[in-house]
Antibody
Framework: EVQLVESGGGLVKPGGSLRLSCAASGFTFSSYTMNWVRQAPGKGLEWVSSIGSNSSYIYYADSVKGRISISRDNAKNSLYLQMDSLRAEDTAVYYC??????????????WGQGTLVTVSS | DIQMTQSPSSLSASVGDRVNITCRASQNINSYLNWYQQKPGKAPKVLIYAESNLQSGVPSRYRGSGSGTEFNFTISSLQPEDFATYYCQQSYSTPYTFGQGTKLEIK
């Protein structure tokens, strides 16, 4: 069974940092493009970042570029999101999600349960 | 960036009704259009991928159609478990973008 389990969320002050993790199991993690998608309270879904199966490509949303860094450790079946210079508008539930298939055109077929990041003084 | 415009933003319907949601892309995305269902406090779940393909295990009352820039999502006969928020998403190119969502409520 495919499982994605996020951790690392919490309350952080503006300008602070946080590192999110996503532990994957039930599939060959090293074969898939992985992503972070966020959802601000009461709002819609916003894609944040993608990383290729062997980290050969990385993409970011303009809203987080320069402040957020995605990485992965295929030996540990883990995905990470390093978040720096956090702002109130980064407050959201952050989901780890897998893209199906071997291209960038697949759907987000599996999602974690999400971890809440709250940026507030 | 590709803008996804979804309508309506909310919809009130009864069990047994047929409902339709539309999603328009700001440019041609071929058939790289996916539909998700999200219930409160839960992660989204993919229902339809690549415009019209039903995800494994998803009931056949869900249907997707369209191509290019205009897409439709239909539930043929609403069931109680269908009341949720639905999102379209383009997977043609990054940044991947979602429609703003359609909240389907019980009439």
């Amino acid at each position: 069974e495919v499982q994605l389990v996020e951790s690392g969320g919490g309350l952080v002050k503006p300008g602070g940092s946080l590192r999110l993790s996503c532990a994957a199991s039930g599939f060959t993690f090293s074969s898939y493009t992985m992503n972070w998608v966020r959802q601000a309270p009461g709002k819609g879904l916003e894609w944040v970042s993608s990383i290729g199966s062997n980290s050969s490509y990385i993409y970011y949303a303009d809203s987080v570029k320069g402040r957020i860094s995605i990485s992965r450790d295929n030996a540990k079946n883990s995905l990470y999101l390093q978040m720096d210079s956090l702002r109130a508008e980064d407050t959201a539930v952050y989901y780890c999600a897998r893209i199906y298939g071997y291209t960038l055109h697949g759907e987000f077929d599996y999602w974690g349960q999400g971890t809440l990041v709250t940026v507030s003084s | 960036d590709i803008q996804m415009t979804q309508s309506p933003s909310s919809l009130s319907a009864s069990v047994g009704d047929r409902v339709n949601i539309t999603c328009r892309a700001s440019q041609n995305i071929n058939s790289y259009l996916n539909w998700y269902q999200q219930k409160p406090g839960k992660a989204p779940k993919v229902l339809i991928y690549a415009e019209s393909n039903l995800q494994s295990g998803v009931p056949s009352r869900y249907r997707g159609s369209g191509s290019g820039t205009e897409f439709n999502f239909t539930i043929s006969s609403l069931q109680p478990e269908d009341f949720a928020t639905y999102y379209c998403q383009q997977s043609y190119s990054t940044p991947y973008t979602f429609g703003q969502g359609t909240k389907l409520e019980i009439k």
